[in-house]
């Protein structure tokens, strides 16, 4: 089992920055895809940005490419998600969760562990 710890949510006026981490422990986490969700109040999760355990292949939800930037590191066994000219519509809950693959994925169901997530607001 992988525990994992997400950190930098914050307030932050819209157009700002902000970089979440996502410490892992626990089972080896080199080995596998990462991916960050969202869910804001009353809403579903969904999937935000997914990159594959080597980290040469990610994959973005439309409204965040160009904005958003997902990495890892895993010497440091973390993954990040740096978020650029942020909107209210980012305002949520944010996730890091491990893939049970390598490839990277956007199917929440492919994802078996969660960290208990880095409230993100953006005031307009």
């Known amino acids: 089992q992988v525990q994992l710890v997400e950190s930098g949510g914050g307030l932050v006026q819209a157009g700002g920055s902000l970089r979440l981490s996502c410490a892992a422990s626990?089972?080896?986490?080199?080995?596998?895809?990462m991916g960050w969700f969202r869910q804001a109040p009353g809403k579903e999760r969904e999937f935000v940005a997914g990159i594959s355990w080597r980290g040469d292949s990610t994959y973005y939800k439309d409204s965040v490419k160009g904005r958003f930037t997902i990495s890892r590191d895993n010497a440091k066994n973390t993954v990040y998600l740096q978020m650029d000219s942020l909107e209210p519509e980012d305002t949520a809950g944010y996730y890091c969760?491990?893939?049970?693959?390598?490839?990277?994925?956007?199917?929440?169901?492919?994802?078996?562990?969660w960290g208990q997530g880095t409230q993100v607001t953006v005031s307009s």
């Open positions: 969760g491990v893939s049970r693959w390598g490839s990277v994925t956007k199917d929440m169901t492919d994802f078996d562990s």
């Open positions: 626990g089972r080896t986490f080199t080995y596998y895809g």
